[in-house]
Nanobody, 115 residues
Framework: QVQFVESGGGLVQPGGSLRLSCAASGITFSIAAMGWYRQAPGKQRELVAT???????TYADSVKGRFTISRDNAKNTVYLQMNSLKPEDTAVYYC?????????WGQGTQVTVSS
């Protein structure tokens, strides 16, 4: 059974930083493509960043230069370092694993950027 434990969300002031973590179990993490998505109230879920099994990364234009995705295969964990946070980054953030034809989602963690 695939399970994720997401952590690191919370309330932060504009300009602040947070680091999200997503620890996976039940999958061969090292060969899975991992990603972070977010969904704001009233909006569709959108891609934030992805990292391939070999470490290649992609980012949404809205977060380029501010967010960094990384992975630690020894810990079966993917991270999202978020700097220079803006109110429009407020959303529930989800991690996702893609392995062959299967897709697995985490439960989400709330990020709120507000003064």
């Amino acid at each position: 059974q695939v399970q994720f434990v997401e952590s690191g969300g919370g309330l932060v002031q504009p300009g602040g930083s947070l680091r999200l973590s997503c620890a996976a179990s039940g999958i061969t993490f090292s060969i899975a493509a991992m990603g972070w998505y977010r969904q704001a109230p009233g909006k569709q879920r959108e891609l934030v960043a992805t990292i391939g099994a070999a470490g290649s990364t992609t980012y949404a234009d809205s977060v380029k230069g501010r967010f960094t995705i990384s992975r630690d295969n020894a810990k079966n964990t993917v991270y999202l370092q978020m700097n220079s946070l803006k109110p429009e980054d407020t959303a529930v953030y989800y991690c996702k694993a893609a392995l062959f034809d299967n897709r697995y989602w985490g439960q989400g963690t709330q990020v709120t950027v507000s003064s």
